[in-house]
């Protein structure tokens, strides 16, 4: 009873943190590597203009990889705060894996794009993807070879930012999960929320550079501490 009195909307920023407890490994974790490659060898235009090669098998590598993964208590814990509360509720994820999902929960917003999708840079649709885009396979809408990873990469615009901050205006209490709060405009979402009156949490491993803007910080796994969140919360 206690949290559902007092806040009705909640939107939620997941990242890097709570994927990496499934064992999917991200450039922060690495000191900027990711899997032995330079983020600005495969994760920037500039780099699929260079060698598009080497991004698609890299990026062919990442997709297979993911769907091997599987969701873990976090991410169970999260579909069940979506399928029981009565408010409003976003999880905005910076994760390109599709682990929110495959948990079950239905209210998720990509905003760094996904794994599972390709995108035609010829007619601009995005298709379901799991298959390579080495071979330059055609795309189903258009038939031309022109599709990439359907993933935001450094130097580009993130996502549906429209949506993520009506929501921010909208909510109670926003709740962050497993990121660094280092990089924006993801890192200023706490700000924007805060101003505007809503209870702040932060849920990470370690401190982050982020943790003085929040109202609260815990500090664990996110398997541990996501459960425990969300038991309160649906008291
Ligand atoms: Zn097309």
């Not at 060898?41 to 590598?61: N, S």
């Not at 399928?83 to 682990?99: C, S």
């Not at 007619?123 to 993807?129: A, E, F, L, M």
């Not at 505007?196 to 982050?208: D, F, P």
Request: net charge negative; proline share 6%.
């Amino acid at each position: 009873m206690a949290a559902m009195d007092r806040i009705r909307n909640i939107v939620i920023l997941t990242g890097a943190g709570i994927s990496a407890e499934s064992g999917i490994d991200t450039f922060r974790g690495g000191g900027g590597l990711w899997e032995q490659h330079r983020v600005e060898d495969v994760a920037t235009p500039e780099a699929f203009a260079r060698d598009p090669e080497l991004v698609l098998r890299f990026y062919d590598m990442r997709r297979e990889a993911i769907q091997t993964k599987q969701p873990n208590p976090a991410h169970f814990a999260l579909a069940r705060l979506d399928a029981e509360w009565p408010g409003e509720l976003l999880i905005v994820t910076q994760n390109v894996d599709d682990l929110h999902e495959r948990a079950g929960a239905k209210r998720v917003l990509h905003m760094h794009g996904e794994h599972l999708n390709a995108w035609c840079t010829w007619c601009d649709v995005r298709s379901s993807w799991r298959g390579p885009l080495l071979n330059r396979p055609p795309c189903p809408a258009c038939g031309a070879r022109a599709l990439r990873p359907d993933v935001v990469w450094f130097g580009e615009m993130p996502y549906r930012m429209d949506e993520i901050y009506a929501a921010l205006r909208g909510c109670d209490m926003f709740v962050s999960i497993g990121t660094s709060g280092a990089v924006y405009p993801a890192a200023g979402f706490v700000g924007d929320a805060r101003e505007l009156g809503a209870r702040t949490l932060e849920l990470n491993l370690e401190r982050s550079e982020g943790s003085a803007g929040f109202d609260e910080s815990r500090l664990g796994p996110a398997g541990e501490l996501v459960p425990a969140w969300v038991a309160e919360m649906l008291l």
